[in-house]
C-alpha cells in the first residue's frame, strides 16, 4: 500500500491511497463471496462459488464496487497510522480508479485535530456540590404514577365529575381560522391533573357523552409556539365517552403487586431508587459546569467546517430519536417550531462548536497529565462488545477492526479524564 499526505486549510488534510492489484485481491475475493451468498449461481451452494464463476455471474466491476468498503475500511486506518495523523471524524472518501486489473486509488480527506491554543487552568477551577434530598411530596408523587398504572378504568353514562378522564374530539382556532395541528380526536384529559393550558379540564367537568362545548381559552405564555403564546384561542370539544378511574388502595397489596412485602418496604424501595436518580442527575450537572467553565477559559484553533457539519448532523439524529421515542412525527414536530430541517441545523451550529471543543479540552487534559488506558482495559471492553453482539456477525466483524479499538481506548480515557476533573474540581 502506497499513501500520501497533502495539508488543507482549516485543519484538513487529504491522504491519498493506492492499492497494487495483489494488494486488493483478498478483498476481491471476499467480495465474491459475499455475492455468491445473495446471488443464486446454477450448480453451487451459497458462498461457494469459484470467483471466476461469480465474475462471470454478476459481473467483475461489480465485484470491485462490493470490495471497495472493505478495502477502504481496512486501508485509511493503516494509512494514518502510517503518517502519525490525529484525525477526528469520518473521512470523505472520494475514489479515484475503481477498474478491473488496475490499482485502487482513493482519497480520504478528514479533519485533523484542532489546537488547544491555551488550555483554562483547570486546578484553580471550582464547582460546588450540592446536597440531594428526596421529600415526602416526591415519593407520594412516585407513588401517584404507579397507583394510576394500576388504576381500573370503566365508561359511564353520567356526568364527568373531577375524578374521572374524559375522552374528546378537539378543534381549536385562533381568529376563527383552524390552528395547524390543532385538531385531533380521542383526546384523553384526565380532569383532576394540571392541564397544560389553565382552566381547560375545569371546562369539561359536568359534561357526559355525545355533549359538545365552545369555549376560549388563554395559551401559556411561555408555550413553545410563538404564534400561539399568551393568545386567546377557541376550543371546540365533543365528549366520546366518560371514564370512571378506580385507583387501588395504597396499602400492603397494593405493594405485593410491585414485588414489596409491604408499602412501607416499597416507599423505602422507590426513596432509594428516586435517591440514586437525583445523585445522578447532579453529578451530570457538576460535570457539565465543570467542563463549561473549562471551556470558556480555553482558546482554540480553527475547527474545520466538515467537522461541525458532522456533529451537527449528529446532533439532529440523536434530536430525531428522541422524537421518535415520544411517540411524536419528527416533521410534525418541525412544523410546530416553525423551521425547516435546514434552519433546525443551523441552530444546533454553535452547541455543535461547543461540543467539539470538550472533545479538544478532555484529549489536551489526558495529554498533559499522561492519563492512559492499559491494553487489558481495552482488551475487557472489546471482549464486552463482542459478548453482546454474540448472535451478530457483521456487528463482530467491526468490532475486532482496529478503528474499533481505538474508540473504545478513546471513551476509556474520557472516562477517567472526566474522573479525574470532578476530584480535582467539584467539592
Not at 478495502?71 to 473521512?91: C, D, E, F, I, M
Not at 391533573?193 to 369555549?215: R, S, T, W
Not at 399568551?230 to 405485593?256: C, H, I, N, Q
Amino acid at each position: 500500500m502506497e499513501s500520501s499526505v497533502k495539508q488543507l486549510p482549516k485543519s484538513e488534510t487529504e491522504i491519498t491511497v493506492t492499492l497494487s492489484v495483489e494488494e486488493l485481491q483478498p478483498h476481491l475475493e471476499a467480495a465474491a463471496e459475499r455475492l455468491s451468498q445473495t446471488s443464486k449461481i446454477e450448480g453451487f451452494r451459497p458462498g461457494k462459488a469459484p470467483y471466476g464463476v461469480v465474475v462471470q455471474r454478476v459481473g467483475e466491476m461489480k465485484i470491485y464496487e462490493e470490495a471497495l468498503e472493505s478495502a477502504v475500511r481496512k486501508t485509511y486506518p493503516a494509512a494514518v497510522r502510517q503518517h502519525n495523523l490525529r484525525p477526528v471524524g469520518s473521512p470523505r472518501i472520494d475514489v479515484k480508479t475503481l477498474a478491473p486489473g488496475n490499482p485502487l486509488t482513493y482519497t480520504a480527506t478528514v479533519p485533523l485535530i484542532p489546537q488547544v491554543e491555551k488550555l483554562a487552568d483547570f486546578r484553580t477551577i471550582k464547582v460546588e456540590k450540592k446536597p440531594v434530598s428526596i421529600s415526602d411530596q416526591d415519593l407520594g408523587r412516585n407513588l401517584s404514577e404507579l397507583q394510576k398504572m394500576q388504576t381500573r378504568e370503566a365508561e359511564v353514562g353520567r356526568e364527568a365529575e373531577r375524578r374521572d378522564k374524559a375522552v374528546v374530539d378537539l378543534q381549536m382556532f385562533l381568529d376563527n381560522v383552524p390552528i395547524e395541528g390543532g385538531q385531533t380526536k380521542s383526546h384523553q384529559v384526565y380532569l383532576s391533573e394540571p392541564y397544560y393550558i389553565k382552566g381547560f379540564a375545569d371546562q369539561l367537568v359536568g359534561l357526559k357523552k355525545g355533549d359538545a362545548k365552545d369555549f376560549k381559552l388563554e395559551f401559556p405564555k411561555d408555550h413553545y409556539q410563538k404564534h400561539l403564546a399568551g393568545k386567546m384561542v377557541e376550543f371546540r370539544v365533543k365528549v366520546t365517552s366518560v371514564v370512571e378511574l378506580s385507583p387501588p388502595a395504597l396499602d400492603d397489596s397494593f405493594a405485593a403487586t410491585l414485588g414489596q412485602k409491604t408499602l412501607a418496604d416499597l416507599r423505602e424501595l422507590l426513596r432509594k431508587n428516586l435517591q440514586a436518580e437525583g445523585e445522578d442527575k447532579e453529578s451530570q450537572r457538576q460535570e457539565l459546569e465543570m467542563l463549561e467553565k473549562i471551556i470558556d477559559g480555553s482558546r482554540f484553533g480553527d475547527i474545520s467546517e466538515s467537522l461541525i457539519n458532522e456533529e451537527v448532523e449528529r446532533m439532529a439524529l440523536e434530536l430525531e430519536r428522541g422524537i421518535s421515542e415520544q411517540g411524536l412525527q419528527f416533521e410534525e414536530y418541525l412544523k410546530n417550531i416553525k423551521k425547516t430541517r435546514a434552519e433546525l441545523k443551523l441552530g444546533l451550529a454553535p452547541q455543535a462548536v461547543r461540543r467539539l471543543k470538550t472533545i479538544l479540552a478532555i484529549r489536551e487534559i489526558a495529554e498533559r497529565e499522561k492519563i492512559e488506558v492499559e491494553d487489558a482495559e481495552v482488551s475487557a471492553g472489546v471482549a464486552e462488545q463482542l459478548s453482546a453482539n454474540s448472535d451478530n456477525p457483521e456487528a463482530q466483524e467491526r468490532i475486532r477492526e482496529p478503528e474499533f479499538e481505538d474508540a473504545v481506548r478513546a471513551m476509556l480515557k474520557n472516562r477517567k479524564v472526566i474522573k479525574f476533573l470532578k476530584e480535582l474540581i467539584v467539592k
